[in-house]
């Protein structure tokens, strides 16, 4: 996809590591939009666990994708690059530059390579699976359908991901995914964040810190009825359903926080440099 006049800056990097800032800095440079590639930004309800720019920096510059549906609505990765195509032809009509930002690979590479065509949802499955996690832990899963299961999800233990595998591989049946082109030649530039590990860490648990400042508890149990929805299976929510039943610990809570923000900054960097992005 080359041209000489138009441009897409891929602004990306794990969780903590300074895109949003970066974003704002080159969008008002290039006088540019900027396109999120988060899927979790992309709630109008989850706000501080998720890090979403706050009203000051969505003023900066326009934003596309950040509040854009609600945590009631089934929204997924075929819906987000329908329409982030037909806005990218839209806005390249008037705009030389593009700023796309985020940190969820599938969104990113989704958007410019495709979709595989994917079964639909089997929810009858997904709940016999999530059942068998409930009772006999992530491993004994692992191991009914170790063939089934690449040696990187495995390792990830990440059970919304391991499900989704599972589902796939056991559907007979196959959902055609129409996608539009991109009606105008474009270069891709990328900008890819990636501080010192031990600084990004550092970053992980000071801005976790932050947010506990910033009132993530009552946001979290404002949440807490929903909590059985897709778009709360994620860090900074989930980690305080256990505290809310007298189960554990806030210290406790704060610290899963942590290490689950840690743990996917790790999977990112590692999806990064399978992409060719990125180092160690």
Same mark, same amino acid.
């Given at each position: 996809?080359?041209?000489?006049? /138009?441009k897409?800056?891929?602004?990306?990097?794990?969780?903590a590591?300074?895109?949003?800032?970066?974003?704002?800095?080159?969008?008002?440079?290039?006088?540019a939009?900027?396109?999120?590639?988060? @899927?979790? +930004?992309i709630?109008k309800?989850?706000?501080?666990?998720?890090?979403?720019?706050?009203e000051?920096?969505?003023?900066?510059?326009? %934003?596309y994708?950040? =509040?854009?549906?609600?945590?009631f609505e089934?929204?997924?990765?075929?819906?987000?690059?329908?329409?982030?195509? %037909?806005?990218?032809?839209?806005?390249?009509k008037?705009?030389?530059?593009?700023?796309i930002?985020?940190?969820?690979g599938?969104?990113?590479?989704?958007l410019?390579?495709?979709?595989?065509?994917?079964p639909?949802?089997?929810?009858?499955?997904r709940?016999?699976?999530?059942?068998?996690?409930?009772?006999?832990?992530?491993?004994?899963?692992?191991e009914?359908?170790?063939?089934?299961?690449?040696?990187?999800?495995?390792? @990830? /233990? =990440?059970?919304q991901?391991?499900?989704r595998?599972? #589902?796939?591989?056991?559907?007979?049946?196959?959902?055609?995914?129409?996608?539009? %082109?991109?009606?105008?030649?474009?270069?891709i530039?990328?900008?890819?964040?990636?501080? #010192?590990?031990?600084?990004?860490? +550092?970053?992980?648990?000071?801005?976790?810190d932050?947010?506990i400042?910033?009132?993530?508890?009552?946001?979290?149990?404002?949440?807490?009825?929903?909590?059985?929805?897709?778009?709360?299976?994620?860090?900074?929510? @989930?980690?305080?359903?256990?505290?809310?039943?007298?189960?554990?610990?806030?210290? #406790?809570?704060?610290?899963?926080?942590? +290490?689950?923000?840690?743990?996917?900054?790790?999977?990112q960097?590692?999806?990064?440099?399978?992409?060719?992005?990125?180092?160690g």
């Open positions: 996809m080359l041209s000489s006049n /138009k897409i800056w891929l602004v990306i990097g794990p969780t590591s300074g895109k949003t800032d970066k974003a704002i800095e080159l969008a008002k440079e290039l006088n939009p900027i396109l999120s590639a988060d @899927s979790r +930004q709630y309800e989850l706000n501080i666990a998720v890090a979403k720019p706050n000051a920096q969505l003023a900066m510059a326009t %934003h994708f950040i =509040n854009h549906v609600s945590i089934d929204y997924n990765v075929g819906q987000y690059v329908v329409e982030a195509r %037909h806005l990218i032809n839209q806005l390249f008037t705009n030389q530059h593009i700023i930002c985020g940190g969820t599938l969104y990113i590479n989704s410019f390579n495709g979709i595989d065509n994917l639909p949802k089997n929810e009858k499955l709940q016999e699976l999530q059942t068998i996690i409930d009772k006999e832990g992530i491993d004994t899963l692992i009914k359908n170790r063939e089934w299961l690449s040696e990187s999800l495995i390792k @990830s /233990k =990440n059970p991901r391991i499900i595998a599972i #589902e796939i591989r056991q559907s007979p049946t196959i959902e055609k995914v129409p996608l539009p %082109h991109f009606e105008t030649p474009f270069e530039e990328k900008i890819f964040i990636q501080p #010192e590990r031990d600084l990004l860490y +550092q970053r992980i648990n000071k801005r976790v932050d947010m400042a910033n009132g993530l508890e009552a946001e979290a149990r404002s949440l807490y009825k929903h909590r059985e929805l897709n778009a709360l299976k994620t860090v900074g929510y @989930s980690e305080w359903w256990p505290y809310f039943e007298n189960l554990i610990s806030k210290t #406790e809570v704060i610290e899963k926080i942590k +290490q689950h923000t840690r743990n996917y900054a790790k999977r960097l590692t999806w990064f440099r399978n992409q060719g992005i990125g180092i």
